[in-house]
C-alpha cells in the first residue's frame, strides 16, 4: 500500500490567514479525495506564535494592536481587516474583528498539542480558531481554553492538568525550533511530504493541485540502480 502523504502545517490560532489558509486545505482535499485514486493524506498541526510578547490580557482592539505591532496608522489597518474579512468570508468564514479579543496564544499550542495525543488535534485547532476569529472568545484564559477543549471532544479536567502542569510546551517550542530550522518565518506555511513547501493562504485548487502530483510520485514505481 502506498504511504500517505504528510502534510504538516505551521500555523498560530490568533492568525487571520491560517484559518483561511485552513479552509482552503480542507476544500482542497476534499475535491481531490473524489477521484478515482484519491490521494491518502495525513495532516498534522504545528505551532508558530506570531507575537508571543503579547500579554494575555491586552488592553484595547485588533486596531490597536495590529497599529502598534506594526507602526501603520488605522486607517490603513481598517483597509486590511476588511480585506482578510472579504477574503475569509469567500472561503466561508465569517470573521469579526470587532469582538476579536487579541491575547497571548502559548497556552492555546499547548492545548493543541495535549489534543493531538488524544486524538483530537484538528477538532481543537477548528474550534480555537472559530473561537477566536468569529466568537470574541478569550483564548488566554484557562476556563475558556477548557470549555473549548469539551466542546471539542476533551475531557475537562485533564484538559485543565494539562495547561496548568505546561507539560507541553516543550512540544510547543520544538515545533518553533524546526520551524527555525525549516526558514519559516511566516505563517500559514506548508510542508508537503518534507520536501514541498507552500506558503500563504492558497486557495483550495492549488492544495489539490499539489496533493494530486505527489500522490503520482509516490505511485511511481522506485527506480532500480545499476
Same mark, same amino acid.
Given at each position: 500500500?502506498?504511504?500517505?502523504?504528510?502534510?504538516?502545517?505551521?500555523?498560530?490560532?490568533?492568525?487571520?490567514?491560517?484559518?483561511?489558509?485552513?479552509?482552503?486545505?480542507?476544500?482542497?482535499?476534499?475535491?481531490?479525495?473524489?477521484?478515482?485514486?484519491?490521494?491518502?493524506?495525513?495532516?498534522?498541526?504545528?505551532?508558530?506564535?506570531?507575537?508571543?510578547?503579547?500579554?494575555?490580557?491586552?488592553?484595547?482592539?485588533?486596531?490597536?494592536?495590529?497599529?502598534?505591532?506594526?507602526?501603520?496608522? %488605522? #486607517?490603513?489597518?481598517?483597509?486590511? *481587516?476588511?480585506?482578510?474579512? &472579504?477574503?475569509?468570508? =469567500? /472561503?466561508?468564514? +465569517?470573521?469579526?474583528?470587532?469582538?476579536?479579543?487579541?491575547?497571548?496564544?502559548?497556552?492555546?499550542?499547548?492545548?493543541?498539542?495535549?489534543?493531538?495525543?488524544?486524538?483530537?488535534?484538528?477538532?481543537?485547532?477548528?474550534?480555537?480558531?472559530?473561537?477566536?476569529?468569529?466568537?470574541?472568545?478569550?483564548?488566554? %484564559? #484557562?476556563?475558556?481554553?477548557?470549555? *473549548?477543549?469539551?466542546?471539542? &471532544?476533551?475531557?475537562? =479536567? /485533564?484538559?485543565? +492538568?494539562?495547561?496548568?502542569?505546561?507539560?507541553?510546551?516543550?512540544?510547543?517550542?520544538?515545533?518553533?525550533?524546526?520551524?527555525?530550522?525549516?526558514?519559516?518565518?511566516?505563517?500559514?506555511?506548508?510542508?508537503?511530504?518534507?520536501?514541498?513547501?507552500?506558503?500563504?493562504?492558497?486557495?483550495?485548487?492549488?492544495?489539490?493541485?499539489?496533493?494530486?502530483?505527489?500522490?503520482?510520485?509516490?505511485?511511481?514505481?522506485?527506480?532500480?540502480?545499476?
Amino acid at each position: 500500500m502506498t504511504d500517505a502523504i504528510k502534510i504538516d502545517v505551521w500555523s498560530d490560532i490568533a492568525c487571520p490567514w491560517c484559518y483561511i489558509g485552513k479552509r482552503n486545505l480542507e476544500k482542497g482535499l476534499a475535491e481531490a479525495s473524489r477521484d478515482d485514486d484519491a490521494p491518502a493524506v495525513e495532516v498534522t498541526f504545528h505551532s508558530f506564535e506570531l507575537s508571543p510578547d503579547t500579554p494575555v490580557d491586552f488592553e484595547g482592539d485588533e486596531l490597536d494592536f495590529l497599529s502598534h505591532h506594526k507602526g501603520m496608522p %488605522r #486607517e490603513q489597518v481598517v483597509e486590511m *481587516l476588511d480585506r482578510v474579512t &472579504g477574503v475569509a468570508a =469567500d /472561503a466561508g468564514l +465569517e470573521y469579526r474583528f470587532d469582538l476579536l479579543q487579541h491575547t497571548n496564544t502559548v497556552k492555546a499550542h499547548e492545548l493543541l498539542h495535549f489534543a493531538k495525543e488524544q486524538g483530537r488535534q484538528h477538532d481543537m485547532a477548528e474550534r480555537l480558531m472559530a473561537a477566536y476569529f468569529t466568537e470574541g472568545r478569550h483564548l488566554g %484564559r #484557562e476556563d475558556e481554553l477548557v470549555d *473549548l477543549a469539551e466542546d471539542a &471532544g476533551l475531557v475537562g =479536567d /485533564a484538559a485543565r +492538568e494539562a495547561l496548568r502542569s505546561g507539560r507541553y510546551l516543550d512540544a510547543v517550542r520544538a515545533d518553533q525550533q524546526e520551524a527555525r530550522a525549516f526558514g519559516i518565518n511566516g505563517v500559514p506555511f506548508f510542508v508537503i511530504d518534507g520536501k514541498y513547501g507552500v506558503s500563504g493562504a492558497q486557495p483550495a485548487e492549488a492544495f489539490s493541485q499539489i496533493v494530486r502530483q505527489v500522490w503520482a510520485e509516490h505511485r511511481e514505481p522506485a527506480g532500480v540502480e545499476s
